[in-house]
Nanobody, 122 residues
Framework: QVQLVESGGGSVQAGGSLRLSCAAS????????MGWFRQAPGKERERVAI???????TYKDSVKGRFTISRDNAKNTLYLQMNSLKPEDTAMYYC????????????????WGQGTQVTVSS
């Protein structure tokens, strides 16, 4: 059974940084695509960044150059380094994983963490 546990969220001022972590268990993370999604109040969940098994990454346009997704397969952990944070980055951030790229890309995977809140004040 796949289990994902996020941590590292918090409240920061605009321009600040946070590093989110997602500890994975119940499977071999190196065989899974992994990603970060976020959902702000009253808005739909959106894809932030995806990383494949080899470390190739893709990002939402609005976070390119500010966010970095990475993974440590030996530790079964996914990371999201967020720099130059903006108030519009405020959301609940979720970790997700799947063996199928398209299920993850579309957000239709069944494997989600419980989320960690990120709040950015101006």
């Amino acid at each position: 059974q796949v289990q994902l546990v996020e941590s590292g969220g918090g409240s920061v001022q605009a321009g600040g940084s946070l590093r989110l972590s997602c500890a994975a268990s119940g499977y071999t993370s190196s065989t899974y695509w992994m990603g970060w999604f976020r959902q702000a109040p009253g808005k739909e969940r959106e894809r932030v960044a995806i990383i494949d098994r080899a470390g190739t990454t893709t990002y939402k346009d609005s976070v390119k150059g500010r966010f970095t997704i990475s993974r440590d397969n030996a530790k079964n952990t996914l990371y999201l380094q967020m720099n130059s944070l903006k108030p519009e980055d405020t959301a609940m951030y979720y970790c997700a994983a799947d063996t199928d790229f398209y299920r993850l890309w579309l957000g239709s995977t069944l494997n989600w963490g419980q989320g960690t809140q990120v709040t950015v004040s101006s």
